[in-house]
């Protein structure tokens, strides 16, 4: 069994900066892939940012050059750094580790509001 924990996130005001982090353990032979996934209200879960084990980086044209994944692979971790915020970037993100299987985290909240 894997699991997943996400930390970070919160409020931040328009042109902020937050820092997420999400860390696997348990039975994980390799991973394949981890990233990021958010869900604003009353929208379909949509993809952020995603690194593969080969380091491949993509992101959702919506955050280019705004956010940056980075990786721990000593540590099983990633995290998202998370600039220039905008109201629309307000969603509950998802931490996801394919090892290879599926794994998500609980989801944390990221409000961005003046």
């Known amino acids: 069994q894997v699991q997943v924990v996400e930390s970070g996130g919160g409020l931040a005001q328009p042109g902020g900066s937050l820092r997420l982090s999400c860390a696997a353990s348990?039975?994980?032979?390799?991973?394949?892939?981890m990233g990021w996934y958010r869900q604003a209200p009353g929208k379909q879960r949509e993809q952020v940012a995603i690194?593969?084990?080969?380091?491949?980086?993509n992101y959702a044209d919506s955050v280019k050059g705004r956010f940056t994944i980075s990786r721990d692979n000593a540590k099983n971790t990633v995290y998202l750094q998370m600039n220039s915020l905008k109201v629309e970037d307000t969603a509950v993100y998802y931490c996801?580790?394919?090892?290879?299987?599926?794994?998500w985290g609980q989801g944390i909240q990221v409000a961005v509001s003046s």
């Open positions: 996801i580790f394919r090892v290879p299987g599926a794994y």
């Open positions: 348990g039975s994980i032979f390799k991973v394949y892939a």
């Open positions: 690194i593969t084990s080969d380091g491949s980086i």
